[in-house]
């Protein structure tokens, strides 16, 4: 599985954008880079998905490189809820639907 | 909205004892899986299962086992419980398509005494 590399953590302030970057060079052709987020004392959550475009929904946008190797998480306007770990994954759509998890952001939110 | 229901939110269990964990989905899901968390470990897969009574082992399955005799039914079992696996257990289901997006349950806590 092709890797992703995320910051442990970040801190952003209340009602600001929040950019989480998440690099992953080697990322093949068929890879979907895929966010979630795990709130405290809950189950992941499904954020927001991608494969070359950039994406947005009502939740955040993603921002993809030109070469694919790295991507951002955007949040409008960050939120206490927002507090949460972010993960970025690669999910190859030719092997099944296998999600690997790895360390995610750990985002922290001031007011 | 999906829903994913875990049986149980906490679990107290003894060593050598049968744990059976217990997950539902409601949206007519091809796909289910069962991870386990652990801090600094993060999620990990166990098994997952594209079909019924279809499994397939994930990254850990040693010591585990998985049922599905309904499609909306994807059942974790721990033939004989051990301190290791005192973890958060999480189950998930997902459509193939358009995106493969996981709905994930609440978890359940186990703690093996």
């Known amino acids: 599985d092709a890797k992703t590399t995320q910051p442990n953590s970040m801190e952003s302030n209340e009602e600001e954008p929040v950019h989480l970057p998440c690099n992953h060079s080697?990322?093949?052709?068929?890879?979907?880079i895929h966010w979630y987020r795990q709130l405290p004392s809950q189950g992941p959550e499904y954020v927001i998905h991608?494969?070359?475009s950039n994406v947005n929904n009502r939740m955040a946008s993603l921002a993809i490189a030109e070469d694919r190797k790295s991507s951002t998480l955007i949040l409008h306007r960050a939120t206490l809820r927002d507090a949460a770990v972010y993960y970025c994954?690669?999910?190859?759509?030719?092997?099944?639907?296998?999600?690997?998890f790895g360390a995610g952001t750990i985002l922290r939110v001031k007011s | 909205d999906v829903k994913v229901t875990q049986s149980s939110r906490y679990l107290v269990k003894r060593t050598g004892e049968k744990v059976f964990l217990e997950c539902v989905q409601d949206?007519?899901?091809?796909?289910m899986f069962w991870y386990r968390q652990d801090p600094g470990l993060g999620l990990r897969l166990i098994y997952f299962?594209?079909?019924?009574?279809?499994?397939e082992k994930g990254d850990i399955p040693e010591g585990y086992s998985v049922s599905r005799e309904k499609k909306e039914r994807f059942s974790l079992i721990l033939e004989s419980a051990s301190t290791n696996q005192t973890s958060m257990y999480l189950c998930?289901?997902?459509?193939?398509?358009?995106?493969?997006?996981?709905?994930f349950g609440p978890g359940t806590r186990l703690t093996v005494l």
């Open positions: 998930a289901s997902s459509l193939n398509f358009p995106a493969g997006r996981q709905f």
């Open positions: 080697t990322i093949s052709g068929t890879d979907y």
């Open positions: 991608g494969l070359t």
């Open positions: 994954i690669l999910r190859d759509v030719g092997y099944g639907n296998k999600l690997v």
């Open positions: 949206m007519d899901h091809e796909n």
């Open positions: 299962s594209y079909d019924v009574k279809m499994k």
